[in-house]
């Protein structure tokens, strides 16, 4: 059974640091396309950031380039969200995503997301 716990959210001012971490579980990290996607208030599920095991460049949306960072610990078969310089636009709830894929077919599962709020 796969199971995706994201930590680290919480209440922060713009500007400030949060580092968000998923644990997974049933599946490992390296050998899935892991991903952080985010949901606004009012907004429709976005993707954020992205490792892949096939490429070596991550990939992030526009708006965060630069300021996040997603990083991955093979050891802890963890998946981390740096997020520096936050701003209200980006709060959300963050979900931590992973894929992999079986026999030709994709798998996706979702962790129960953690609630980012930017405000002063």
């Known amino acids: 059974q796969v199971q995706l716990v994201e930590s680290g959210g919480g209440l922060i001012e713009p500007g400030g640091s949060l580092n968000l971490a998923c644990e997974a579980s049933?599946?490992?990290?390296?050998?899935?396309?892991m991903k952080w996607y985010r949901q606004g208030p009012g907004k429709e599920r976005e993707l954020v950031a992205m490792?892949?095991?096939?490429?070596?460049?991550?990939y992030y949306k526009d708006s965060v380039e630069g300021r996040f960072t997603i990083s991955r610990d093979d050891a802890k078969n963890m998946v981390f969200l740096q997020m520096n310089d936050l701003k209200p636009e980006d709060t959300a709830v963050y979900y931590c995503?992973?894929?992999?894929?079986?026999?030709?077919?994709?798998?996706?599962?979702w962790g129960q997301g953690t609630q980012v709020t930017v405000s002063a």
């Open positions: 995503n992973a894929v992999r894929v079986a026999s030709g077919r994709e798998y996706a599962y």
């Open positions: 049933g599946i490992t990290v390296s050998s899935a396309t």
């Open positions: 490792y892949t095991m096939v490429t070596s460049s991550p």
